[in-house]
């Protein structure tokens, strides 16, 4: 499985009838380098196992890539982190077919932002259709989200909700703490 079915991406629609979706894709912050609005599991994309062995030896090749400081420990484990991260995001950009942009933003000092997409169908048809269901999950989030603003109104309350602390927050209102309190 190579790359050879794949474009650099420069913004525009692939046909007047199809929307692309943004897979981002880096290292650190969570146990997958592959990000939606959120960071998505690896056991939920349906890529093949070799190329998610692949991602998660390359987020492993990071973190030993930097000092303790974490800088590069050297200009060579950078650059070879960088061709690695567009060789994958190639791979990847394969597999959910062109439906799906992969944008990978290297660590590399000066290194731009490369996005990808490929030209053809998906090659892998499970991913494609994990990617495209998470997606379907998050427009229906957004639409959801928006009926409850209209609903709202102007004169509408928001609250959020910390469940581990059980505090509840309306912007607006300060509720003083205990430790506020003399």
Same mark, same amino acid.
């Given at each position: 499985?190579?790359?050879?079915?794949?474009?650099?991406?420069?913004?525009?629609?692939?046909?007047?009838?199809?929307?692309?979706?943004?897979?981002?894709? @880096?290292?650190?912050?969570? !146990?997958? &380098?592959?990000?939606?609005? *959120?960071?998505?599991?690896?056991?939920?994309?349906?890529? +093949?196992?070799?190329? $998610?062995?692949?991602? !998660?030896?390359?987020?492993?090749?990071?973190?030993?890539?930097?000092?303790?400081? *974490?800088?590069?420990?050297?200009?060579?484990?950078?650059?070879? @982190?960088?061709? =690695?991260? $567009?060789?994958?995001?190639?791979?990847?950009?394969?597999?959910?077919?062109?439906? @799906?942009?992969?944008? @990978?933003? +290297?660590?590399?000092?000066?290194?731009? =932002?490369? =996005?990808?997409?490929?030209?053809?169908?998906?090659?892998?048809?499970?991913?494609?259709?994990? *990617? +495209?269901?998470?997606?379907?999950?998050?427009?229906?989030? !957004?639409?959801?989200?928006?009926?409850?603003?209209?609903?709202?109104?102007?004169?509408?309350?928001? =609250?959020?909700?910390?469940?581990?602390?059980?505090?509840? *927050?309306?912007?607006?209102?300060? &509720?003083?703490?205990?430790?506020? &309190?003399?």
């Amino acid at each position: 499985m190579g790359t050879s079915h794949l474009v650099l991406y420069d913004g525009g629609m692939t046909d007047e009838n199809c929307t692309t979706t943004t897979v981002r894709m @880096f290292p650190d912050y969570a !146990d997958t &380098v592959l990000w939606l609005v *959120f960071p998505i599991d690896y056991e939920d994309t349906g890529l +093949s196992p070799d190329l $998610i062995h692949q991602l !998660d030896a390359w987020e492993q090749s990071y973190y030993e890539a930097l000092d303790a400081d *974490f800088n590069w420990k050297s200009a060579e484990e950078a650059r070879t @982190f960088t061709q =690695t991260g $567009i060789d994958l995001a190639g791979q990847v950009a394969n597999e959910l077919g062109e439906e @799906f942009v992969v944008e @990978f933003a +290297s660590y590399e000092h000066h290194a731009p =932002t490369y =996005t990808v997409q490929s030209r053809s169908p998906a090659d892998n048809d499970e991913a494609f259709a994990a *990617f +495209s269901t998470i997606v379907a999950e998050l427009d229906a989030e !957004d639409v959801r989200a928006a009926q409850l603003v209209a609903e709202a109104g102007p004169d509408g309350e928001w =609250t959020a909700y910390a469940p581990l602390s059980g505090e509840t *927050f309306t912007p607006g209102k300060h &509720v003083p703490r205990t430790e506020d &309190v003399d």
